[in-house]
């Protein structure tokens, strides 16, 4: 298993462009949620899904929108970007049958807007 | 509002015992969980409690105690590999996997 994947691993953009950040998992996790780190803090959720078809906004929604049309990719697009959304993005996926509620997390993309 | 508190850095030697608190106030609350993250990596998880009382799992366990809105993780036998940062996280709704997370804690392990 693959677990989680994310692509691309960094990216440069300049203000009001857009770009779509790819994550997928091959673990048949019916949930997955995309996390941003900026540094010195902990990750704040902006999105997430319990399911193809379905999702919800987390904490820090805005700038962002998602779509789950299956169970495997959960992609982040990011409309317009702006420099505050510089930070490190994370994929996270986790399985309604554990009872310990365990995220796996991918690797990150490190994105800075100019 | 809803915030949780843990220390921002903790340094001990090897082979040493350390304890990483967090207190939480929160609007609701289904479970603790700890989360190790190394310098660029993606964050592993550790640990959770949903009830009261403690989890062993190896050299690290993890505290909880819901009246007083208050656990710790405990790292026994430190070894340099755990030099990283610890995050409490706490499940604040009874939706599957909604987390908030504290700001982290550095742990620094020397020689």
């Known amino acids: 298993n693959a677990g989680v994947t994310q692509t691309p691993k960094f990216q440069v953009l300049k203000t009001g462009q857009s770009m779509t950040l790819q994550c997928a998992q091959d673990?048949?996790?019916?949930?997955m949620s995309w996390y941003r780190q900026d540094p010195g803090m902990g990750l704040r959720l902006i999105h997430y899904s319990v399911g193809a078809g379905i999702t919800d906004q987390g904490e820090v929604p805005n700038g962002y929108n998602v779509s789950r049309s299956t169970t495997e990719d959960f992609p982040l697009r990011l409309l317009s970007a702006a420099p505050s959304q510089t930070s490190v993005y994370f994929c996270?996926?986790?399985?309604?049958?554990?009872?310990?509620?365990?995220?796996?997390f991918g690797p990150g993309t490190r994105l800075t807007v100019t | 509002g809803q915030s949780l508190e843990q220390p921002s850095e903790v340094t001990a030697v090897e082979g040493a015992i350390v304890q990483i608190n967090c207190t939480y106030q929160?609007?609701?609350?289904?479970?603790l969980s700890w989360y190790q993250q190394h310098d660029g990596g993606a964050p592993t998880f550790l640990s959770y409690n949903a009830l009261d009382g403690l989890e062993e799992t190896g050299r690290f366990s993890s505290f909880l105690s819901r009246s007083d809105s208050y656990g710790y993780l405990l790292l026994q036998e430190l070894q340099m590999k755990d030099s990283a940062s610890y995050f409490c996280?706490?499940?604040?709704?009874?939706?599957?996997?909604?987390?908030?997370f504290g700001a982290g804690t550095q742990v620094v392990v020397t020689p």
């Open positions: 996270a996926s986790s399985s309604f049958r554990d009872r310990n509620h365990e995220q796996y």
């Open positions: 996280a706490v499940r604040v709704t009874d939706s599957w996997g909604k987390l908030q």
């Open positions: 929160t609007s609701g609350f289904y479970g």
């Open positions: 673990m048949n996790h019916e949930y």
